[in-house]
């Protein structure tokens, strides 16, 4: 099978008339028209503080058991191009004679800009790490639970990703 064009590599893992359906409306130009239409809320989250408290309440709704959250930020490092659009990680740290582990999430700073839908669905998708680890058939679970459009908006979110990098964007247009 031939390499894919770049903007393509988003859908690499769905079918082959689900890809091609995708490239004919980015050659069309009407992929980004659809997506600014189903997607329109604005969402207010643009500081790690509230960034923060978003996680918080997600996570207190959802998954009360779970370990505590030590930080959530925006992170203008992380990108699309090293495969991560957030990250969880455990940063373990002695204290007198204890070892403590802290849970960290930090998110692409590009959804600081990017619709309420899509922040959610990442915010799930790093919460969901807290209980399971690896990118199985419980973990998707759980980000449905969570989310219930889960796996839409990550297809869209792809979707998106494929029309910024062909037009050069890198954030959601901004509407007046």
């Known amino acids: ?58 996570k207190t709704r959802h998954l009360r058991n779970a370990e505590p959250l030590s930080k959530v930020v925006f992170d203008n490092r992380l990108h699309v191009i090293h495969n991560a659009l957030g990250t969880h990680t455990t940063v373990a ?31 799930v998708h790093e919460l969901a790490h807290l209980k399971e680890r690896a990118h199985d058939r419980a973990f998707y679970a759980l980000c449905q639970h969570m989310e219930p459009d889960y796996h839409q908006l990550e297809f869209d979110l792809r979707l998106w990703l494929m029309q910024a990098e062909v037009m050069g964007q890198g954030v959601w247009p901004v509407r007046d």
């Open 1 to 58: 099978m031939p390499a894919l064009p770049a903007p393509i590599n988003y859908l690499a893992g769905y079918p082959a008339e689900v890809q091609a359906q995708a490239q004919d409306l980015l050659a069309q130009g009407r992929l980004g028209e659809r997506l600014q239409r189903r997607y329109r809320e604005v969402h207010g989250v643009r500081t790690d503080g509230a960034l923060y408290d978003y996680a918080l309440a997600l």
């Open 93 to 123: 740290r002695v204290q007198g004679n204890k070892l403590k582990a802290k849970r960290e999430i930090r998110i692409a700073g590009l959804f600081r800009t990017l619709p309420a839908e899509f922040l959610k669905m990442i915010v």
